[in-house]
């Protein structure tokens, strides 16, 4: 069973998402309402997996991105998912850089439980996601000298859904071509992007950072 931890300052949506995440078979090993009680929560428990909002007292400016970062510092094996009640990318960009096992999401989001529940998977399996509409508001950024220019635009249609944290099948499944298809332009972005050799998860990653550093320049 995988373990969790929960820290939001709302009540009610702290509540709400613990009992969410028991109903579905996940072990909520702690709730916290801010920062520093989530930090020890998690030196205490060591658990599978953070969902963590990114405004928390004493401040409720960026406390929860403060402490999702100390979290990948420390324990490095801790899934981290940050909530965001708004769309900020530079926030977005700056989480995502810590590596794999990672993802950013909207709070509006989580009214969709089953896609909720999807993010949750794809983070602990050591996906990236980010929500649709950083992917967005990304995407209509423009920029002069764009590494991204070397891509075809379908390449960068799959490029923009992998950033969104979706496997090769769901990419082919929202383009309406087959699996085959979407590895192809896979392999293809890959190498465009003149990305280091190592395994495949690693360098989607690293695809999906140059994708949002990229387009967060023109913002």
Known sequence: MTSVVVADDDVLLREGLASLLDRHGYAVTGIADDGAHLLRLVEEVRPDLAVVDIRMPPTHTN?????????RARFPSVAILV???????????????????????LKTRITDVEEFLETLHRVQDGGTVVDPAVVQELVAAHRRRDPLDVLSPREREVLGLMAEGRSNAGVAKELWVTEGTVEKHVRSILTKLDLPETDETHRRVLAVLTFLEAASAGT
């Open 83 to 105: 909530l965001s009640a708004f769309v900020e990318v530079e926030h977005a960009i700056e989480l995502l850089a810590s590596g794999e096992r990672i993802g950013y999401l």
């Open 63 to 71: 406390e929860g991105l403060a402490a999702a970062r100390e979290i």
